[in-house]
Structure formats: C-alpha cells, structure tokens
C-alpha cells in the first residue's frame, strides 16, 4: 500500500494516527466537547492518516455518524479501510464512516457488547498479567475491558498495514481507554502510545469528599482511597495506562500535582484546550444576537416572576452557573454565598435594578412543577389576548384615519369589543397571585436533601419581591424541546449578561471557555485550569472580561467575598460599558482557539515518535 497524499501543511508526514475517546460519537460528558472541537484544526495536518476510534453505541451514533458503504469500504486502500475489512474478516462487528462534526473525520466504531463471551477470560488475564482487578457487578467496566481488548486486535491490524518508513501513533484519552495501553505494551505492537487524563478519577472523588483537598494530595494512600471509595479496578486502570505510554500528558498545571501524588507519573507534558471559534465579520453580531437571545429569556423571566410582581427587564442582569451537579467540586456553594451577599448590597445600595441567577445542572426530579408550567400557560393566554385585542383595534384605528376629518387620536378602548374586554379583565383576573415565585422549576425526586435548596431556605433567597437577587434553579439542561426555556444552551449563554464558575476541582472548564467564545464575560477560579491558563498566559485578564476568584491557599470566606465584590462591580456597570466588555470579550476568544493550542499537542505527538 502506498502512503496516502499529505495536505500542504501536513505533519509528520510519515506518521498515522488514531485518537481513542470513549466519546467518539458518544456524548456523555466533557471529553467530547474536547475531541469535538478539535477535529477541524487537526484534519488539515493529518488529513486521512487521521482516525477516530470509539465505542459504538447504536442510539448514541445514530445521529451524528455516517457508515461508509461496503463498495467504497471494499476499495479504500488507507490502513484503517484494511485493518476494519481484516476485523470483520474474523467475524468482528466493526463499523468504518463518518462523524458528522466539522472536518468530517474518518472514524471507527466497535461494539464492545461483542466481546462479553470472553469477559471471564479478559478479566482474568488483567489480573495475572497487569494486577488489575475487575468485579462480576460493574457493567461500565465490563465495557471497558471489552472496549480495551478490540482496540488492541485493531491497533495489531492497523500496524500490520504500516508500510516501510511509516510509523503509528496511538493517542488514548481517559481511563475508559487507556485499559488497552498495558496489553499493547505487552504485546509490543509497534506504536507510539500518548495517554491523557483530563482528571484523575481519585482526585475528582476526593475533591467532593475534602474541603482541603489540595493540602492534602501529596499523603494521600492512593489505594487505601480508591478501595474507600469502591474505584479500585478503574483506578488500577488509569495508573496502567499512565505509566504503559510512552508519553503522558494532562490538561492543565494544577492536574499536574495529582498525576505525581495519585498515580506516581509526571506529565511528560500538558495539554490545555481549546474550542472551535466560530468568529462573526462584525462585532455588532454579537450584540444582535444577545438582544434576541435575551428576549427569550424574558419571556421566561415574564412567566416565572410577573404573576406574583413585576420588575424592569430593562434593568435586570441574567447571570448563570452551569454543569455537572457537584456542590462544592463546581463552586455552587462559593457561589450561592457570593449572591447572599450580593443580595444584601443591592438591598442596602439604592441602586437600581436586579440580577435573576440561573442554575442549570442535572438532578433527578418527577416532572416539571406544575405551578411554574401554570404561569407560563397563563402568560401565553394573555399574550394571545393581547394580540387579538392589538389586531381588532389596527385595523378599526386604521379605517377611523383613513376617513378621518381631523387630526386627533380616537379612543382606543372604543374599538374594543365588550367580549374582548372582559376577556382581558378575566384572563388578567386568573394571571395575578400573591404566592411568591418558585426558586426551583421541576419537583426533585428528594428536595429535602439538595445543598442549593437547603441553601436558598437558610439564606432566605426565596425570591420575595424585596430581593434583588432573584434565584431560578433549573435541575435539567437546557434544550430547544423544553417547554420552559425553548432555547440551546449556546443560545442561552448568548442571552446572558455574565457566566458564573469559580470551581473548587476543575483540571480544565470549558463552562466558562463557552462563555468567552460567545462574547459572554465569565468567571472561573484560579483552582480550574482554565483559570490557571488564563492567569499564566493572559496579561490583566479583567480587561478582557474573564475575572479568576483566587482560591488557591484562600479561606472559604476571602473568595466568596472577593466573588462579590466582582459581581458588585459587574452591576454597577452601564448598558455602554456592558457592552463594550463583551467586545472585548469576542476579541480574546482567538487565543483559545484550537488552531492556536494545537501546537501542544503537536509537540507531544513529536515527544512519542522519539521513544521506543
């Protein structure tokens, strides 16, 4: 087989390489917003000696990967083509195509369902040969295991088709896939492994269980910890891949410090990300877009709060947190106390206007809170009244004009017919209430023990009409199909005044990275690596509208209160001044660009190629 063209910038023009992510085409957490991304900046270096290499999952790949026909997979003559045609050859259900993202790269799905006749099997041999543990009751890491055992059979056919001055480079993100590092050393495929951990597994469970977590990393007993917390094979498995690949890296210096003290490696380097910046020919788009996004959010705003009082959406700030539910690892609880006191300020200030703060995480609940879902009706109800009242009187305004004598105004409300205005007074009559509005808009499966709820009932933040810090806690994400928001979470971020994440366990944070590709102003925390990125790398970062809370060797009660100070100083802001932050903010999205951080992965992948 002859090497495939290069394309004019192409990299390491004799080198393959396959990217491993158990979220190729599987979205189920961060990792695929990173490997999404960052297809576009790395198809023009690699160009079909690039491959992605997943699990395949039916419902999940349905939408967003293309099978390749068998014609075509019968006649391609790249070394993935012939390593999935060998794998089916011996009976493997093995899919080669498309993933529908931007660079549309090539891509190979296994069913790792497959394999779970030899289960007994595999997991005995990653206990005789690799002293890895796996228990009869944990079917994601019965996953696992089958997942590592395919990927090592397609890794021996695509080396196998490695012609003369061709070499292999095997790039494998998070635990999930780094099981089959240690058997591919084993069995001394000729590949070049890289091995990533975004966040060690160890470090994410002691940071929800130590609030001082990073004083205490370097005596962690890493084994006794992983058997506390019942994570000891997955643990076994991360520790494995780390130490089997010939080169490891993280994403951000902070999960540095965990690497060495957790699993007993240094990074041979890090690896920070980026997104796929999408940048508009005018900076005006960016304010088009926020006033419509925002309108939106009014609508919602209207519904929720109006019935019980009414309030100037002119003068209201929407701020938002967003993510994973963990209550102290995501900085809910910094920030939650950060508003208490923001709340109290804009009480005792005089000053004008409010903040409705969302909180958009995942919880378990019932259903939608009927109550919430009986506003929004109703508002639409007036709404529709409205309208029909506004259509009967244009055109009754429009005839009196045009056979008017003079030049006055008529009386509107004489346009109106009587069914009409009773209409509007019965529908405004059902519309009002005194009951307040709900901080929370779904029933939780068990709200007596939410730590943002038990927060807001011991802090009072309930959302009378004499707070200025008004709370909506929306335990699900946010998508078009919700009859409360109506929206996609890019498009909310958009409609936002400021993104709220001052994390306490965070190796990377794309919450915050979202928010500044879309011109939204963020905050982040010097203890989330993009907050530590930003810190080393971006000169007063404030002016840029990107503020990093220090948390690092800080008190709970010296972050929380500069966190309010931050906020204080955002609402004090004018519309002007808004503004042009967030044009500042656009104009610093470039930076984290993956066209511009891709360079660190080209150095790893140039660091592996020299080991052996």
Known sequence: MQPTPHAPDALFPDALLVEVAWEVCNQVGGIYTVIRSKVPATMPAWGERYCLLGPYFANQAQGEFEP?????????????????????????DV????????????????????????LGQLKTDLWTRHGIPAPDTDDLLHQVIAFGHLTTI????????????????????EWMTGVAIPELRRLQVPAHLLFTTHATLLGRYLAMNDAAFYDHLMWVDWEAEAKKFNIEP????????????????????LTVRECIYLLDRIPDAVLPN??????????????????????KIHEFVMAHFFQSYAFDLDKTLYFFTSGRYEYHNKGFDLTLEALARLNHRLQQSGLEGQVVMFFITKRPFTSINPQVLERRAVLDEVRETCR????????????????????????LGAMVDDYWKLRYRRTLQSW?????????????????????????????????RHDRVKMVYHPDFVSPSSPLLGMEYGQFVRGCHMGVFPSYYEPWGYTPLECVARGVPAITSDLSGFGDYVLQTIPDPEQKGIFVVHRQEKSFDESAEELTEMLWQFVQLSRRERIMQRNAVESSAELFDWKNLRVHYDRAYALALERQ
Not at 95 to 118: C, D, E, K, M, S
Not at 389 to 410: N, T
């Open 388 to 411: 029909a009242i506004e259509h009967q009187v244009g055109e009754r305004l429009f005839y009196a004009a045009a056979a008017s004598q003079d030049h006055k105004l008529p009386e």
């Open 274 to 295: 980026g997104l796929n910046i999408e940048r508009f020919v005018a900076l005006h788009e960016f304010q088009n877009l926020h006033q419509q996004y925002k309108a």
């Open 68 to 92: 390749m026909d068998e014609l075509a997979l019968h006649t391609a003559s790249d070394p993935y083509a012939a390593a999935v045609r060998a794998m089916r050859a011996q009976g493997y």
């Open 154 to 173: 397609f890794f021996q056919h695509v080396a196998q088709q490695v012609v003369a001055g061709q070499r292999l480079l095997g790039h494998f993100h």
């Open 234 to 253: 997955a643990v076994r498995m991360e520790r494995a891949a780390a130490h089997g690949s010939h080169v490891f890296t993280t994403v951000s210096e």
């Open 432 to 464: 009002k209430t005194t009951a307040l509005p709900p901080v929370i808009t779904h029933n939780l499966v068990n709200d007596g023990d939410d730590d943002i709820l038990n927060f807001m009932r011991r802090a009072d933040l309930l959302n009378h």
């Open 95 to 118: 899919q080669l195509g498309t993933w529908l993202v931007t660079g549309r790269p090539r891509t190979v799905l296994i069913n790792p369902f497959q394999a779970y006749p030899q």
